[in-house]
């Protein structure tokens, strides 16, 4: 049987607006941040990071994780802060970009959160001290914002292929 909402074209947007979005959300700072859950490979405690002679001013290094050498991505360091000290809560998000397996270092992971894809709007044109282009939303929480990266555009291309020769 069919109702009239099945054909109804504004029945359709309100499902479409209504899509949500699956993230994980981490802190870097008092920043909070959230990329696409499908990116993530895996979450880590911090791993002994062995450091790469002439890698970018970003990169930690690299960890051999199962066997795999990944680079490590200080993404405070990439966002032009000041470094820390790993604490208990840093980690390393792992990630999946174009086929390269990429390790960001993160103060830490918050939670992983599913929110309406109508709770977010485009970006202003700087907003934290990042720059735009990796933003892909600011999403407007009850008591917070959080702030949407797209961590393809997190490194250049040029950035991309410094990293497969650290990784090599």
Known sequence: MSTTADNNPKADATVVSDELL???????GTEE???DILK???????LEVTRVPNAPEYVDGVINLRGKVIPII???????MERKERGKDTRIVVVELKGRVVGFV???????????KSVTEPPPPLVAGVEAEYITAVGKLEDRLLILLDLEKVLSTEEKHELAAVAA
């Open 74 to 80: 200080n993404l405070r360091r990439r966002f032009g």
């Open 106 to 116: 993160v103060d830490a992971v918050s939670e992983v959160l599913r929110i309406p």
């Open 22 to 28: 699956q993230l994980v959300s981490f802190k870097i």
């Open 40 to 46: 993530v490979q895996e979450i880590n405690r911090m």
């Open 33 to 35: 941040f959230g990329v």
